[in-house]
Nanobody, 115 residues
């Protein structure tokens, strides 16, 4: 059974930082591209950052320079370090694992940026 479990969300003030974690199980983690997506109320889900099995990385322009995605294949974990958070970063953040036509999603973790 495949599971992606996100953690690390919460309420943070503008300018603050958060580190999101995603624990994967039930997949051969090392062959999957891993990603973080987010969905704000009333908006479509959008890509935040992805890291391939070969550790090629892509960021959305909206988070570039403020966020770092990383993975630990031994622990089957993917992380998203987010700095200089803005109110517009408020969303539910989802972990994604994808290889070819197959992909899996976690349940999401809420990030709220507010004073």
């Amino acid at each position: 059974q495949v599971q992606l479990v996100e953690s690390g969300g919460g309420l943070v003030q503008p300018g603050g930082s958060l580190r999101l974690s995603c624990a994967a199980s039930g997949i051969i983690f090392s062959i999957y591209a891993m990603g973080w997506y987010r969905q704000a109320p009333g908006k479509q889900r959008e890509l935040v950052a992805t890291i391939t099995s070969g550790e090629s990385i892509k960021y959305a322009d909206s988070v570039k320079g403020r966020s770092t995605i990383s993975r630990d294949n031994a622990k089957k974990m993917v992380y998203l370090q987010m700095n200089s958070l803005k109110p517009e970063d408020t969303a539910v953040y989802y972990c994604n694992a994808a290889v070819g036509p197959i992909d899996f999603w976690g349940q999401g973790t809420q990030v709220t940026v507010s004073s």
